[in-house]
T-cell receptor, first 114, second 114 residues
Framework: DAGVTQSPTHLIKTRGQQVTLRCSPKSGHDTVSWYQQALGQGPQFIFQYYEEEERQRGNFPDRFSGHQFPNYSSELNVNALLLGDSALYLC?????????????FGEGSRLTVL | GESVGLHLPTLSVQEGDNSIINCAYSNSASDYFIWYKQESGKGPQFIIDIRSNMDKRQGQRVTVLLNKTVKHLSLQIAATQPGDSAVYFCAEGPPPSNTGKLIFGQGTTLQVKP
């Protein structure tokens, strides 16, 4: 049973560039949530996708956008990169109708902005 | 605003001893809490959860205690092993309307000495 997979694992960008991160949820899951984890901090909720729509959003600017595909996989896009966007980006999957705090996380995409 | 915080950034214990990791929260309306473990280079992994109608919940070698009066919860790990070395996060559980949104604390690093 494949868990949550994310790509790429590491990437380096320069300020002003754009980046796309990808996530495939755990088999059987229909919901993807994205988190940003700065070094030494806990993960912060960016947004959640279900049925190809953004359902909830955290306190992140519009430069952060996403998409969910019919196969439940998801992308996170960040435009006009800032140095402060350097972080580990985590994808977590779950079942939308099941109320639980148990999210399944991928290993993350480490973004460095120079 | 709402917040979840841990008391100590680092905890060092001897292998075989019991570990206690503490966490405080500010929102008295919070009614669902989760503990996650994050090993180096990996995404967070669910350990155990507890709802506000309980004071204690036990899992395999772990126990979570919830004190709603002082808005405090703790994670106890029995007979700590080297494999328990990781960063531990307490998180406030998602609202029923958004099962993907967790509010994480900053984390406590558990170091297990052989």
């Amino acid at each position: 049973d494949a868990g949550v997979t994310q790509s790429p694992t590491h990437l380096i960008k320069t300020r002003g560039q754009q980046v796309t991160l990808r996530c495939s949820p755990k088999s059987g899951h229909d919901t993807v949530s994205w988190y940003q984890q700065a070094l030494g901090q806990g993960p912060q909720f960016i947004f959640q996708y279900y049925e190809e729509e953004e359902r909830q959003r955290g306190n992140f600017p519009d430069r952060f956008s996403g998409h969910q595909f019919p196969n439940y996989s998801s992308e996170l896009n960040v435009n006009a990169l800032l140095l402060g966007d350097s972080a580990l980006y985590l994808c977590a999957s779950s079942m939308y109708r099941i109320y639980t705090g148990e999210l399944f996380f991928g290993e993350g995409s480490r973004l460095t902005v120079l | 605003g709402e917040s979840v915080g841990l008391h100590l950034p680092t905890l060092s214990v001897q292998e075989g001893d019991n570990s206690i990791i503490n966490c405080a929260y500010s929102n008295s309306a919070s009614d669902y809490f989760i503990w996650y473990k994050q090993e180096s280079g990996k995404g967070p992994q669910f350990i155990i959860d507890i709802r506000s109608n309980m004071d204690k919940r036990q899992g395999q070698r772990v126990t979570v205690l919830l004190n709603k009066t002082v808005k405090h919860l703790s994670l106890q790990i029995a007979a700590t092993q080297p494999g328990d070395s990781a960063v531990y996060f307490c998180a406030e559980g998602p609202p029923p309307s958004n099962t993907g949104k967790l509010i994480f604390g900053q984390g406590t690093t558990l170091q297990v000495k052989p």
